[in-house]
């Protein structure tokens, strides 16, 4: 994951820092030290890491820190506010036409995954309820047009298109007209990149711009290119007067220095990342939550709202009645495969609560999905009562599902004792925390206890 190598020295310093009663103003200056080595190694500009590190350590060496009780923790507070700031201190939102369609132009260089961000940005909108119209307005690169036309079709979004020997600019604006005429309250329009910036390619877009007076200019940049990804940027600011900027691949082995740099360098804000080559795998940049992320803090807001948006609550709620009353089956099972993959990456997943990249068990979890495959070609080789009443799968039948879905009898006998353990682990948690259970017991006492007392108890 991005910042893997900045989020665990950072942990080293402050964990220097937290075992301190009292910080002097030797050891603020000491962790500041490994506080900007850090950072310049992960590729974050060096006149953004000079700001930074003077910001924190003129609040970090003043009197309410030095007397705090805890003055380790106050700074740690003081790196994630000014770490939250420097990343544009909250979520810039796409903007909003008053009459619809907004328009937004993507802009970039090629190969920075333009094209897939217009799908994944045209998915995402229409997620949330919007109409969106999609413009092929790269005639130069072959396929494009063909690239943004099976994406279209793959997410259900209209693309519009004149083919490639009509002008861009006129692509553009009849594309606007298209989208009047047809109620679509978005216009994406993807345009054409170069290997490097140009003055040809410039004057187009800024041509285009001048024809369909877009509402965003988004710069898709690859987060994998360092620093280059902010001199990009800067660059194309200065020309087209950018709105905002899309990080892509800031899922990959990446240093993050474009994050923490790019909006110090060119005042544009950071307002989706791509976390992922699914074509779900685009989310609004929340400053704050990255700023916990790479303080290895974790994020629980953006994983409960990827629940919610991706997980069924009432067949939750059916799953959690059958775990309570020990009926959970090989059917059940794959349906809570199913959902959690629609959560995305286990790797990404743990990331997000926090403190799962400290524990060296999670540190080198990587769910193959081969193996999470393996699983499913086992469960579906099964009969209808197999799935329903596992207790029945004698040795004969574990012969012919592990012939069946291509296994060896080994992996099968391992998946069914996991799955009989897991039964019985449920089952005995169920009954902890029954009525009748020791838990059940207790809580029943003490919400017996609150109402006497007139006191207010967080229990159901």
Do not use: W
């Not at 229409?126 to 997410?155: S, W």
């Not at 592990?402 to 006998?413: D, F, R």
Request: aromatic share 4%.
């Amino acid at each position: 994951m991005a910042f893997e190598g900045l989020t665990s020295r950072l942990q080293n310093v402050f964990s220097k820092l937290r075992g301190k009663g009292k910080v002097s103003e030797d050891d603020v200056n000491e962790a500041m030290r490994e506080v900007r080595l850090a950072l310049l190694e992960a590729d974050v500009n060096f006149k953004v890491v000079k700001d930074f590190v003077a910001k924190v350590k003129e609040k970090a060496v003043g009197t309410e820190v030095m007397e705090s009780f805890t003055p380790g923790m106050v700074i740690i507070d003081i790196v994630n506010k000014e770490l939250t700031e420097l990343m544009g201190g909250s979520q810039a939102k796409l903007a909003k036409a008053n009459k619809p369609p907004t328009v937004i132009m993507m802009v970039g260089l090629q190969g920075a995954g333009k094209t897939t961000t217009s799908g994944k940005l045209a998915k995402l909108l229409q997620k949330q309820n919007h109409r969106p119209l999609m413009a092929a307005g790269d005639i130069y690169r072959p396929a494009a047009i063909k690239q943004l036309q099976v994406l279209g079709e793959q997410i259900g979004v209209p693309v519009f298109t004149l083919g490639d020997k009509t002008s861009p600019v006129e692509i553009a604006k009849q594309a606007y007209q298209h989208a009047k005429d047809n109620g679509n309250d978005y216009l994406i329009i993807d345009t054409a990149g170069r290997l490097h910036i140009d003055e040809e390619l410039m004057e187009e877009l800024r041509q285009i711009h001048s024809e369909v007076k877009p509402d965003e200019v988004l710069l898709v940049v690859d987060a994998m290119t360092g620093q280059d990804a902010v001199n990009v940027a800067d660059h194309f600011n200065k020309q087209l007067d950018l709105t905002g900027v899309v990080l892509t691949k800031l899922d990959g082995d990446t240093r993050g220095g474009a994050a923490l740099s790019v909006k110090a360098v060119t005042g544009c804000p950071i307002k989706f990342a791509a976390l992922g080559e699914k074509i779900d795998a685009l989310e609004p940049f929340h400053p704050e939550r990255m700023a916990s992320r790479i303080l290895g803090m974790g994020d629980m807001l953006s994983l409960i709202e990827k629940a919610q948006s991706n997980i069924d609550t009432e067949k939750a709620k059916e799953m959690e009645r059958k775990m309570r009353n020990a009926e959970f089956t090989f059917d059940d099972f794959l349906e809570q495969m199913e959902q959690v993959k629609k959560l995305g990456p286990i790797d990404q997943i743990m990331d997000m609560i926090p403190g799962m990249g400290k524990l060296k068990q999670t540190k080198d979890l990587k769910v193959d999905e081969k193996q999470m495959g393996r699983i499913e070609a086992i469960v579906f080789s099964m009969t209808k009562a197999e799935k329903q009443n596992p207790d029945i799968i004698n040795h004969n039948r574990r012969k012919r599902i592990a012939t069946g879905s291509g296994t060896s009898l080994a992996e099968v006998n391992r998946l069914i004792k996991q799955f009989d353990e897991m039964r019985r682990m449920m089952k005995q948690f169920s009954d902890m925390m029954g009525p009748k259970g020791p838990k059940g017991k207790a809580l029943k006492q003490l919400k017996g206890l609150a109402g006497k007392g007139g006191m207010k108890f967080p229990f159901r």
